[in-house]
């Protein structure tokens, strides 16, 4: 037991969510499958248990529209004395358990895995350490942190107003949302966006803000704060379609090698740390390659003549726009550097070889930069707008339906390209799904709420920070207004345009990609973020800090929504008097 558990406010949460955690953990929902299916279940019976169905003004399981596996997101809802409405988020999902080696098969059970804490420590650095600094307060597994101790946290908060809504007092209307697919696409969380708008219209809810637990962990070695957010990063994910010159493998001078060009580009951006966007002292990390490939199928001498990479672009304030000028720049730098180099290297290897050779040179190599927008543009005024179109949605239907989006894009990137006659080298530049709007903090009362809780408990050394720093479903609940979205949908070959789906019904083409941006929009929420602590989260060490995640947690959570609640009911009065 720590300090922090002889606190009686801590203890009232603590046994029920460190249960209602290993419950949720034990149960599998490796995101995208049909199996997250069982989480959302038993989150919805974890709120209803003990007879509380009734108390809810509504609970159930909301399918996701036209969802390849059937998926739902569980959901409960108390209309309360107040319109004004808090809204608690939280992923069920997790990613896979194969890193978990020989203990896979304890992966999701964390008494288990707490008789095989040796072995763990063996698979995972740091544990020794931790077990020493807090023992007996560490519950292991796949989930733990990230994040069924989250969704456990909100389950508590809302039994507990739940009870107090059947005696009638509960301060305000509470929405709580456990989604599936946050580690894959997110697609719980659009569909929660739909839900949101649609549960607004017909209780009357007005939003104050949401409250989502994903996990918290240590920002540096040592670190003794815990985190709480008030707003998250983005991400975007460009692409570049790079084409070198077909040539036989023993004559490389007459064509270029796709891959070398790739090479140059991967050294050129990957963790570029130019690259970082920054506010003040908060900075993003730096662009990776999640992918990088030729196109190749199989073995032959011909010089690859296409190569596509995507690269893992963190936001905090930058717009596509912005994104895909800075590529642009860098991108057709590094082929010009590439193309003159290889023009001085060809030769010198003439010389080198052929003492008849004469200094002439020959053309110099000239590389082609184009944004998808710009290279469909220019084949359209060569083709015609139907010939590009009909060609474009041939290749669509030709490719399997459940080919990865992201090639997707690139094999319709390379269609357009075989249709515009150009020659190579070249770079084409366009966007893959998924994009995660970066969300900025904005003044609330719900951000002031949260300020307020925390201050006043100093012992937990809480500390507010804007952006999230992982990808989080936060990044949906909220677009700003001045945001423009033109590059995006310009230069992303599957995005297709969402209408409301009231209105036309018609269900997404196969393998495109859109967002619900208008609700986005329309819901604009405040959004903060008060999740468990944890470590080695998507590792084998998987282990969330149970005193502060299971007590702490809940308890802040629940005395923000007190706070909102305070607060509610001065507006209201304020009112009544103008
Ligand atoms: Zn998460």
């Known amino acids: ?85 808090v809204v608690l988020l939280g992923h069920l999902d997790t ?49 733990v942190a990230d994040m069924k101790s989250g969704v456990a946290a909100t389950i508590s908060v809302m039994r507990h107003f739940a009870e107090q809504a059947r005696a009638g007092a509960c301060p305000l209307s509470i929405v709580l949302l456990a989604t599936v697919d946050e580690e894959n696409e997110s697609a719980g969380v659009l569909q929660a ?57 023993g004559d490389p001078f007459a064509g270029l090698d796709a891959n070398l060009l790739l090479a140059e580009l991967v050294r ?36 690859p003549f296409a190569a596509y990479l995507y690269l893992n672009v963190v936001t905090l304030t930058t717009e596509p726009s912005a994104l895909l000028e800075t590529l642009r720049g860098r991108a057709e730098a590094v082929m010009a550097a590439l193309l003159a180099r290889l023009d001085d290297a060809a030769a010198r290897w003439r010389r ?46 030709h490719l399997p339906a459940d080919l990865d989006k992201r090639e997707r894009c690139m094999r319709l990137t390379q269609r357009l390209w075989a249709l515009s006659g150009r020659q190579g080298p070249a770079v084409v530049l366009f966007y893959a799904p998924p994009y995660y709007p970066h969300v900025a903090a904005r003044p609330s009362a719900l951000e002031d709420a949260v300020a307020a809780a925390a201050a006043a408990h100093p012992e937990h050394k809480l500390v507010a920070r804007e952006y999230f720093p992982l990808l989080s479903d936060l990044s949906y609940l909220r677009l700003d207004p001045d945001v423009d979205l033109t590059a995006l949908r310009d230069n992303m070959p599957v995005w297709q345009e969402q209408e409301p789906a009231s209105e036309s019904g018609k269900p997404p083409r196969p393998g495109s990609y859109s967002l619900p941006l208008a609700q986005m929009r329309s819901l604009d929420l405040p959004v903060v973020n008060i999740g468990p602590y944890g470590r080695a989260v998507h590792q ?6 149970m005193s ?29 008097r103008g």
């Open 193 to 249: 966006v739909r839900f949101l708008h649609t549960l607004r219209e017909r209780y009357g809810l007005e939003y104050i803000g949401a409250i989502n637990t994903d996990y918290t962990a240590a920002r540096y070695p040592g670190d003794p704060h815990r985190y709480i957010y008030t707003g998250t990063v983005g991400k975007l994910l460009p692409s570049l379609f790079v084409v070198g010159q077909a040539a036989h493998a």
């Open 1 to 85: 037991m720590t300090d922090q558990m002889s606190d009686e406010s801590y203890a009232r949460w603590y046994e029920r969510t460190r249960d209602d955690t290993a419950r949720l953990t034990r149960i599998r929902s490796v995101s995208p499958s049909a199996e997250e299916n069982r989480a959302a279940e038993e989150a919805l019976s974890l709120l209803r248990e003990g007879g509380l169905d009734d108390a809810y003004t509504l609970s159930g399981l909301d399918a996701l529209a036209g969802d390849r596996y059937g998926r739902h997101n569980a959901y409960a809802v108390l209309r309360g004395h107040s319109p004004r409405a």
């Open 352 to 397: 080198q070889g052929d003492a008849m050779a004469t200094d002439e040179e020959g053309p110099r190599r000239v590389g082609t930069m184009l944004t998808y927008a710009e290279l469909r543009r220019t084949t359209v005024e060569r083709l015609g707008a139907e010939t590009v179109s009909v060609a474009l949605a041939a290749e669509w239907d």
């Open 548 to 576: 502060y995640s299971f007590g702490v947690v809940p308890q802040l959570i629940y005395e923000t929504i007190e706070r909102l609640a305070g607060t509610v009911h001065h507006g209201d009065t304020e009112t009544r």
């Open 268 to 303: 050129d951006l990957s963790m570029n740390t130019t690259l970082c966007d920054a506010v003040g002292r908060e900075v993003a990390p730096p662009p990776v390659t999640l992918h990088a490939t030729d196109l190749k199928d199989g073995y032959d001498t011909q010089l």
């Open 540 to 545: 084998a060490g998987e282990r969330v800090l």
């Open 95 to 143: 990613v896979g358990t194969a890193d978990y080696g020989p203990l896979e098969p304890w992966a999701l059970d964390p008494d288990g895995l707490a008789q095989r804490h040796e072995e763990v420590a063996r698979l995972a650095p740091g544990v020794v350490e931790d077990l020493a600094a807090y023992p007996d307060d560490w519950m292991f597994g796949r989930g």
